[in-house]
């Protein structure tokens, strides 16, 4: 069984910052692309940031210049630092990667979700 634990989110001022981490644990084989998405109240989830298991970044053009994405495959872990946050910024943020592991004896890829971290920015 793959599990992926969040950490970081937490109450923040408009302009402040705050480091999310994600690690993967369980029986994994490889870890393909990381990501980062978020669901605002009302709002469908969508995508902030994303990291290929090469270094290979992208984000949504709301968080560039402001959010980095990184990824440390020796601790199976994906970080999101997030600078200049914005009341906007505030909803769930769900970790994402896609893993090869080994289920009923078969090797098998999928995508796992972490439990999500609410990140709310407010003075």
């Known amino acids: 069984q793959v599990q992926l634990v969040e950490s970081g989110g937490g109450l923040v001022q408009p302009g402040g910052s705050l480091r999310l981490s994600c690690q993967a644990s369980?029986?994994?084989?490889?870890?393909?692309?990381m990501g980062w998405y978020r669901q605002a109240p009302g709002k469908e989830r969508e995508l902030v940031a994303r990291i290929t298991s090469g270094g290979i970044t992208n984000a949504v053009d709301s968080v560039k210049g402001r959010f980095t994405i990184s990824r440390d495959n020796a601790k199976n872990t994906v970080y999101l630092q997030m600078n200049s946050l914005t009341p906007e910024d505030t909803a769930v943020y769900y970790c994402?990667?896609?893993?090869?592991?080994?289920?009923?004896?078969?090797?098998?890829?999928?995508?796992?979700w972490g439990q999500g971290t609410q990140v709310t920015v407010s003075s």
């Open positions: 994402n990667a896609n893993i090869k592991t080994v289920r009923s004896g078969y090797i098998t890829s999928g995508d796992n």
């Open positions: 369980g029986i994994i084989l490889s870890i393909n692309a």
